[in-house]
């Protein structure tokens, strides 16, 4: 539930731009990679994290010290523990989901990667991620980086967006056809 919304704003771009650059000088976009994904996988798991993110009540100083405890008790640490904190400073905090996604579209284009953005109602695990990617490889014959979303309101299934195409197989839209089918019998 980091970012109901696929697009990347214009600040969220350029601050991934900039992480990118930082990260590609220091050869560390692995490692960057890899420390975003457990500060998303934190922003999804808690609804305070969520909260103190997306919130404009919190003063600049009052979320650079919520997140710099939080970041120092998840060790994340170097250029992305920095960057977090520079984001708070600026109060750019609300931005991190989109800098997140746009550091990892930057990277999949960097690798030649297709981005794959998935909603899907819970967290899919490694083995699902896994056969969802190949089925994706297979179809589209690149290679893929998911860009997992969670949004328990379709209910289940998924929705993939690739580029301009998209196939909505959730139970949420499956339920509004089936709804507007019965108004058009009854």
């Known amino acids: 539930m980091t970012d109901n919304n696929s697009e990347v704003s214009g600040v969220a771009e350029r601050y991934a731009r900039a992480l990118f650059d930082l990260a590609s000088e220091e050869n560390a976009l692995d490692a960057t990679e890899t420390q975003l ?20 009540v919190f003063t600049a100083d009052e979320q650079l010290a919520a997140v710099s405890a ?7 640490t170097g250029i992305v523990g920095n960057f ?5 400073s600026n ?11 746009g550091f990892r579209k930057i ?3 960097q690798r030649g990667e297709q981005v794959a953005d998935v909603t899907s109602a819970r967290p899919l695990d490694d083995a699902e991620m896994e056969a969802l990617k190949a089925s994706l490889k297979d179809a589209l ?4 980086a998911i860009d997992a979303k969670v949004d328990a309101d379709i209910l289940g299934g998924l929705v993939v967006k690739v580029g301009s195409q998209m196939v909505d ?7 509004n056809s089936l709804k507007i ?3 058009e019998v009854g």
């Open 91 to 101: 109060r750019r905090l609300f931005t991190l989901p989109g800098m997140i996604t």
């Open 141 to 144: 014959g690149k290679d893929i």
């Open 37 to 56: 994904g457990s500060i998303e996988a934190m922003m999804n798991e808690s609804e305070d994290f969520r909260r103190l993110v997306h919130s404009p």
């Open 84 to 88: 977090v904190r520079v984001v708070a």
């Open 70 to 76: 939080i970041l120092d008790k998840a060790e994340i």
């Open 107 to 109: 990277l999949s284009l």
């Open 181 to 183: 089918a019965l108004k």
């Open 169 to 175: 197989s959730s139970v949420r839209t499956k339920l």
